[in-house]
């Protein structure tokens, strides 16, 4: 008999440690799989961690422990899920982060794979039926039993579904003269691209090529100016790799870039590519995981989730756009894959390299400091120039537009010049919808979500009124729900109210709209980026999903058309983000052999982000950021962690969260700061309170053993729920 320590799916502190169950079957059981159980009289999905084999009786052990032992129901596995490489992972991230083993678990596995019980319905391997000839004599066969016969082995196999007699298939194998065979089928449809030579390097690639080749450091920071040939590093990194006889895995921000990113690589390395990310369905998730398990891919390319592919031999993995906040998951496990691919590199040996035109301040500040190995392009490739830029000051009254209040004169003087032309543009809002904000002229009723209180966004193609935060929808109403009233206010505006206001102004332009709105459809970004770049559009439309790795030969004009888009919110990384976001969108034109323009609209022209976004000058920016957060004491000077309670009973969230605040503040003294409690923008949602604490740090040992003592003070508290965010990016 085995004795099996499982975790079970529920992803709660409270329940974050091994249960005991016997196993006495035939069906192989070892660590790392999944089996079915009873827990508190429900069928649920479990992990082993652990396995002994036990000579005495289920009676003597449970009168030895001094509690009852169950049995499992069934063993859902015929081998371990993850190999021992992954399975280390999943403990560091565990403790990196304080988050439940079986959350992490969880995050890297696919839905069919997954320790929950909906992975049970989840699709599984899916096979096609070929035939194949194995008697080729035709000796009492009919005319047309020997004209199937013959086609089948012209063709040495067939889809069987692809023969259109299947009366005389069915004969055909009753006599012995063909036969059924499976082949595992592939759900995903990858695009065929012919072979394509890599292109000539210029000099400083080839520097910085030669320099990570020569060190025998393991984390990089490949810091180029956009337009600067950072890809084509990649790829030919990733081809050294692939001819020492080991395995890359390509990390892109958004799923709107991993198309191109596909593309660059299926057009390097052909079939031997693999692709991961959240927008695959279930089916095409798990043929895409087998096919890199079995060794069958060995580029992976793919969104954050990626980083947890169980390809084996790694030893390369590439980080595009390192500071885009994408990277870190927003629900437990809080991981950033940044982190998850430095402790995947340390297990492996494999090297890691980020690369970014404005890198995050903590991965610049760590390569300042030879944490990271820091390597450059500071040129433009065939020294193309920056974009020339302006920024127009929109409180500027000789800046206006009498004919638009959301086009600056310079902004809408450089559009139709484009379109006589016939180049193309791209604008930039970092805001989807219509109308930011719906209210009643009348009684002055707000528009709310009924599930976490934020305003509703107004799309006007759908006629609906959305939540983007917990994605609530509901049709927009003609009267004002209080008083009745017909009169209406759309105020703020976004890309949709943009591509509304092109068409008026351009009505001969032909308009595109990229953001999370049109990305609902799994295959409509990567035809919009598509259609983009074969010139089916004059000008693209969006939030800062195009701001980022894309490469439009035509594009000589960025309008960023609110530049201000939370400057001033309330966190210290407000000035980072609008820094970031502006020099990516500007890096998007002027890229080939035609000259750049950028406009930023902007009511804070004096603003030192945008001053230095529109100079591409990172340098500058990066030292006056860092005197800001010295002042602050915020990353990179300092850790931060989040802690959160929640309840239905708002009382009791309140005075737990006090409590935890004087723990936290007898505990660490003067080794942090404790800020808070703290009400979170979003502090009611789906019938449970929030209260938060963040904490300032430089002692990580320290503070993770005080939050484990007050993870289990609360482990008991059922009506509180505590999540722990370690390097928060909003709090």
């Excluded at 196999?157 to 298939?169: D, G, N």
Aim: proline share 4%; aromatic share 8%; net charge positive.
């Amino acid at each position: 008999m085995k004795l099996l320590e499982i975790l079970i799916e529920h992803a709660s502190h409270s329940l974050d440690r091994p249960f005991s169950y016997a196993y006495n079957g035939k069906k192989k059981v070892g660590v790392g799989f999944r089996v079915l159980i009873k827990f508190n009289s429900k069928e649920l999905v479990g992990y082993v961690i652990g396995v002994n084999e036990i000579s005495k009786t289920l009676e003597e052990i449970e009168e030895e422990l001094g509690f009852n032992i169950s049995y499992i129901e069934d063993v859902l596995d015929e081998k371990p899920l993850l190999n021992e490489e992954l399975f280390q992972l999943a403990d560091k991230i565990s403790q990196y982060y304080l988050a439940p083993k079986i959350s992490v678990l969880q995050t890297m596995l696919p839905p069919s794979l997954n320790v929950r019980r909906g992975s049970l319905k989840a699709p599984k391997i899916a096979y096609d039926k070929y035939l194949k000839v194995i008697d080729e004599n035709e000796d009492g066969l009919t005319g047309k039993q020997i004209e199937i016969l013959r086609l089948i082995k012209d063709s040495k196999e067939v889809l069987k579904r692809e023969i259109k007699s299947p009366s005389i298939v069915e004969k055909l194998i009753q006599y012995g003269k063909i036969e059924v065979f499976e082949r595992e089928k592939r759900r995903l449809n990858i695009p065929k691209y012919e072979i394509e030579q890599p292109k000539t390097l210029s000099e400083d690639q080839n520097k910085v090529i030669e320099e990570f080749n020569n060190s025998s450091d393991l984390i990089y920071l490949l810091q180029g100016v956009t337009g600067s040939g950072k890809s084509e590093v990649y790829l030919k990194l990733s081809e050294q790799v692939l001819a020492s006889g080991k395995s890359v895995i390509m990390l892109v921000p958004e799923i709107s870039l991993t198309p191109m990113m596909t593309r660059y690589f299926l057009k390097r390395f052909k079939d031997n590519v693999a692709i991961l990310h959240s927008e695959l369905t279930p089916a095409e998730k798990y043929d895409e995981y087998r096919k890199i398990a079995n060794g069958e891919a060995r580029i992976v390319v793919g969104a954050r989730s990626a980083i947890f592919a169980p390809i084996k031999n790694l030893g390369l993995i590439i980080m595009d756009e390192e500071h885009v906040e994408s990277y870190k998951q927003d629900v437990v496990p809080f991981y950033h894959a940044r982190e998850v691919a430095i402790f995947r590199s340390q297990l492996t040996g494999a090297k890691f390299l980020m690369g970014s035109a404005t890198p995050s301040l903590e991965s610049r500040a760590r390569a300042q400091k030879g944490v990271y190995h820091l390597l450059r392009l500071d040129k433009r490739i065939n020294n193309q120039p920056l974009p020339k830029t302006t920024i127009v000051n929109m409180l500027d009254y000789h800046n206006i537009d009498r004919n638009s209040y959301i086009f600056s004169l310079k902004l809408r003087k450089s559009i139709e010049k484009v379109l006589e032309n016939n180049e193309q543009a791209i604008l930039l809002i970092n805001r989807r919808g219509f109308s930011t904000h719906m209210s009643c002229r009348s009684c002055g009723h707000v528009f709310k979500c009924p599930t976490c209180g934020i305003a509703l966004t107004y799309h006007k193609s759908e006629g609906l009124l959305k939540c983007h935060h917990c994605d609530y929808v509901e049709v927009m109403k003609e009267n004002c729900p209080e008083c009745g009233s017909k009169y209406l206010m759309k105020t703020g505006f976004g890309t949709e109210r943009i591509e509304d206001e092109v068409h008026r102004l351009f009505p001969q332009a032909r308009t595109l709209r990229l953001d999370s709105d049109s990305a609902r459809i799994r295959t409509k970004v990567s035809k919009i980026v598509t259609a983009f770049e074969n010139k089916e559009a004059d000008i693209l439309i969006g939030t800062q999903m195009i701001a980022k790795g894309h490469d439009f030969s035509d594009v000589t004009l960025v309008g960023i058309v609110l530049a201000d888009i939370g400057l001033n919110m309330p966190n210290y990384r407000s000035s980072e983000r609008a820094f970031q976001l502006i020099t990516q969108a500007v890096g998007r034109c002027g890229r080939q052999d035609k000259k750049g323009e950028a406009i930023i609209q902007t009511y804070a022209p004096d603003h030192y982000a945008i001053t230095m976004a529109a100079r591409q000058d990172y340098e500058v920016f990066y030292k006056k950021e860092m005197g800001m957060r010295k002042l602050q004491f915020y990353p990179p000077y300092s850790f931060l962690c989040s802690l959160t309670l929640s309840g239905k009973n708002e009382d009791k969230v309140i005075e737990a969260i006090y409590q935890v605040v004087s723990e936290l503040s007898e505990e660490l003294k003067d080794n942090a700061q404790v800020l808070g409690p703290i009400t979170p923008y979003i502090a009611f949602e789906k019938d449970v309170h929030k209260r938060s604490i963040l904490i300032k740090y430089r002692d990580e040992e320290l503070i993770k053993n005080v939050i484990k003592k007050i993870i289990d003070k609360l482990k008991n508290k059922t009506i509180i729920s505590i999540t722990v965010n370690i390097d928060p990016y909003n709090f």
